[in-house]
């Protein structure tokens, strides 16, 4: 059945899309004032970074320690302000004013990522690698190069390129043990082809729907579980109103920070040096919090009852398996050249 459109209601939607824009705006081009003024006097570049996480979730803390050895590293002449909970606006927003050269650093992901260089896609696909270090290794090739510099031509610059996000798992209201169980389930999923695509494969009823939404979507029956890494479900509150978790790990996620070239092009050469090599440092540190936060969340669902489902993943990666031919961006051969690159790691002995 076709939804009524509404042109009033559209215009009111666009209407609070320019206020959260303007706002945003005025708050970052504040940050670029004071950031010229104060440059006059004690030469500090003032900088805010933009996230939809909450505080104290991994990323948080990757966002701080990023803040604190910018600043340290530069002897004061960094200045990174945290934004957390989306409070400067969603992902696509905050990338616009960064390709416009506004002071801003946007959390984001490849999956995201693919409205401007689709290949960079498949770096979040399902049951892609086998661990992290798989993932990593790719960031490291030619052909990352390569997509990079197609970033880099549309005003994008990459930055905390060793982020480890987490693994994605399931939560919802009745048990899922075998893709079957996720028939007609509707499942939150962030709004981008890949993950609709992903979870139709998996025979659910994806549905798009903010991260900020989730808790109270949950709550009204609008959706009936949803799928991210274990501390961004425990942020969230999704273990409040859903009683089952399922291991699926049907994503293991590298995520990364986007600026502008033009900012970065505006930074003296040794702070842009500075702002890139911390931003990686503060990767490093936070894939030690990220395991051990998942291994605490876990035990704290376990403690609050929750029914925990270790499920034969095989099955689920052998589902969605049709999902890499459903995705017509993709370069021909992709998926199978991602293979190679990962088969071509030294591996440790």
């Not at 930074?267 to 490093?284: G, H, N, V, Y």
């Amino acid at each position: 059945m076709l939804k009524a459109f509404s042109f009033e209601g559209r215009l009111i939607e666009m209407r609070r899309g320019l206020v959260s824009v303007l706002g945003a705006m005025l708050l970052i081009g504040s940050g670029c004032s004071l950031s010229t003024s104060a440059a006059v006097e004690q030469d500090v570049h003032t900088i805010n970074i933009a996230y939809g996480n909450q505080p104290g979730e991994p990323l948080d803390q990757q966002a701080r320690k990023w803040a604190e050895l910018a600043e340290e590293e530069s002897d004061g002449r960094l200045q990174l302000n945290v934004y957390p909970s989306s409070q400067l606006g969603g992902e696509s927003d905050m990338i616009e004013l960064a390709m416009r050269g506004n002071n801003v650093i946007v959390f984001t992901a490849y999956d995201f990522l693919m409205d401007y260089v689709p290949d960079l896609g498949i770096l979040a696909a399902p049951y892609l690698a086998e661990e992290f270090d798989d993932l990593l290794y790719l960031t490291t090739t030619d052909w990352y190069e390569g997509l990079e510099h197609e970033m880099n031509d549309m005003g994008l610059a990459l930055l905390g390129k060793e982020t480890i996000y987490g693994e994605r798992h399931l939560m919802t209201k009745t048990p899922v043990a075998t893709p079957e169980d996720l028939k007609g389930m509707k499942i939150r999923v962030p709004n981008n082809n890949l993950y609709i695509r992903a979870f139709h494969a998996l025979g659910a009823s994806p549905t798009p729907l903010p991260l900020g939404d989730l808790y109270a979507s949950l709550q009204q029956g609008v959706i009936d579980g949803a799928e991210n890494p274990l501390p961004v479900l425990q942020g969230t509150r999704t273990n409040e109103v859903t009683s089952h978790l399922t291991l699926t790990g049907h994503m293991k996620v590298m995520s990364i920070w986007v600026t502008g070239t033009g900012m970065m092009e505006d930074l003296p050469e040794d702070l842009e040096r500075i702002l890139s090599e911390t931003s990686e440092e503060a990767a490093r540190y936070t894939h030690a919090i990220t395991e051990q936060e998942e291994k605490e969340a876990l035990e704290t669902f376990k403690n609050e009852g929750m029914t925990i489902h270790e499920v034969d993943q095989e099955l689920f990666r052998e589902a969605v398996e049709p999902f890499y031919d459903s995705m017509p961006a993709w370069s021909p051969g992709l998926y199978e050249h991602v293979l190679e690159l990962m088969e071509e790691r030294p591996k440790e002995d």
